[in-house]
């Protein structure tokens, strides 16, 4: 095995990770709130590793435990993903519902941790397209699952590749009379001039 911690082996890459951490919404998190659930890479508990295997599979994986797999195939219809220095952090859509893991990649030096990342960046966007520097929301801010009010205003335009977090996927209005309300908008003569104020004020804040 190589002093680097990234091996190559048939076409299939593969990084050592310092730690996994996989988001657990507040529904399952119980009276804490929201968290991460982290796998540490220690001796006792056996190496984590990061694969891409040649089929196009991802894989997470701690000594014979699989704790992420999946297809990378059509990716940008399910997956975005971000890389902040040594992390990338992975937002998938799958059957109607958000979830969320992040990878910190391991190195002798904070140098190599960066190599490392790049390069499992630089594989991945051959399936999906990989936000440097944070976006779309830092990893810190989905893991609260909050956003600043720029990004909040960002995501309602629809600006770059910003995606709301979990906690803002979750319906607690009532929708029984949805439609109803739409309509008397849509027929009130002054609506449209209150949408243009709306998104003119988003825009404000969107630059802020």
């Known amino acids: 095995m190589s002093k680097k911690s990234e091996k190559v082996l048939k076409n299939t890459m593969c990084w050592e990770l310092k730690r996994y ?26 190496k984590v590793l990061l694969t891409v295997v040649e089929s196009g599979h991802l894989l997470v994986s701690q000594d014979q435990e699989l ?14 993903v971000s890389q902040k220095s040594d992390i990338l952090l992975f937002q998938m859509m799958v059957k109607g519902e958000g979830r969320m893991f992040r990878v910190q990649f391991a190195g002798a030096s904070k140098a190599e941790t960066l190599e490392q990342c790049k390069s499992a960046a630089s594989q991945l966007q051959k399936y999906v397209p990989v936000c440097v520097g944070g976006q779309p929301g830092s990893s810190a801010e989905v893991a609260q699952g909050s956003l600043s009010l720029q990004r909040l205003a960002q995501c309602f335009l629809g600006q770059g590749r910003l995606s709301l977090p979990l906690a803002y996927h979750h319906q607690s209005l009532p929708t029984e009379s949805l439609e109803s309300f739409l309509r008397l908008c849509l027929l009130d003569h002054t609506f449209p001039s209150f949408v243009e104020q709306v998104e003119a004020e988003l825009n404000k804040l969107a630059q802020n």
Do not use: C, Q, Y
Not at 24 to 45: L, Y
Not at 70 to 75: N, T, V
């Open 67 to 80: 704790l992420e797999g999946f297809s990378l195939a059509d990716a940008p219809s399910f997956l975005k």
């Open 21 to 46: 951490g996989r988001f657990v919404p507040k529904s399952a998190a119980g009276a804490g709130g929201t968290s991460w659930r982290i796998f540490d890479n220690t001796n006792s508990a056996g």
